[in-house]
T-cell receptor, first 113, second 112 residues
Framework: GNSVTQMEGPVTLSEEAFLTINCTYT??????LFWYVQYPGEGLQLLLK?????DKGSNKGFEATYRKETTSFHLEKGSVQVSDSAVYFC????????????FGAGTRLFVKA | NAGVTQTPKFQVLKTGQSMTLQCAQD?????MYWYRQDPGMGLRLIYY???????DKGEVPNGYNVSRLNKREFSLRLESAAPSQTSVYFC???????????FGSGTRLTVV
């Protein structure tokens, strides 16, 4: 079955550091890939998405490229801010069940001033 | 604001009690989902409704039932709560085009 594996946290960075959170997936067919972000006490929010191979999703300075050859969708940001402290979830969905989605375990990011 | 509304936000139940978690969306989305979030385990799908009038089991359906009341509303019922059901429950919806979910703010449930 489909699955998502992402790097364990927590990840602690200083402000303005470069961020990478690794995500790999296993899926049959051609899934869509997503990154969601969860701030304390809130629900998840869609951060970015990519629907086919070689697509790059981007939003708020975050980027991720759909790499079918390495089955990866790593999240990157060139310069993190304290306000980026949150939990980040990698996810995939296919066309079954109205696009039901499988989530990774989440990676907590702490950014220090 | 448009979105997904969940009620209640917090609930404490005694073992064996029942309750219904409510979810409503005002975005005319076709598909709705219930997930539970536990530490270190990400989100696990409990039940989903791909379209109005249909419901299906997800990864962890035991101990739960659902009702898709209409296109807007999708409720989750615990008939006899157990401590293992202590979790944060999220409802989500999507328009079915594969562009991602909109989540509610969650219900934090504690079963004692």
């Amino acid at each position: 079955g489909n699955s998502v594996t992402q790097m364990e946290g927590p990840v602690t960075l200083s402000e303005e550091a470069f961020l990478t959170i690794n995500c790999t997936y296993t899926a049959t067919g051609y899934p869509s890939l997503f990154w969601y972000v969860q701030y304390p006490g809130e629900g998840l929010q869609l951060l970015l998405k990519a629907t086919k191979a070689d697509d790059k999703g981007s939003n708020k300075g975050f980027e991720a490229t759909y790499r079918k050859e390495t089955t990866s969708f790593h999240l990157e940001k060139g310069s993190v801010q304290v306000s980026d402290s949150a939990v980040y979830f990698c996810a995939l969905s296919d066309r079954t069940g109205g696009f039901k989605t499988i989530f990774g375990a989440g990676t907590r990011l702490f950014v220090k001033a | 604001n448009a979105g997904v509304t969940q009620t209640p936000k917090f609930q404490v139940l005694k073992t064996g009690q029942s309750m219904t978690l409510q979810c409503a969306q005002d975005m005319n989305h076709n598909s709705m989902y219930w997930y539970r979030q536990d530490p270190g385990m990400g989100l696990r799908l409990i039940y989903y409704s791909a379209s109005e009038g249909t419901t299906d089991k997800g990864e962890v359906p035991n101990g739960y039932n659902v009702s898709r009341l209409n296109k807007r509303e999708f409720s989750l019922r615990l008939e006899s709560a157990a401590p293992s059901q202590t979790s944060v429950y999220f409802c989500a919806s999507t328009d079915g085009r594969g562009y991602g979910y909109t989540f509610g703010s969650g219900t934090r449930l504690t079963v004692v």
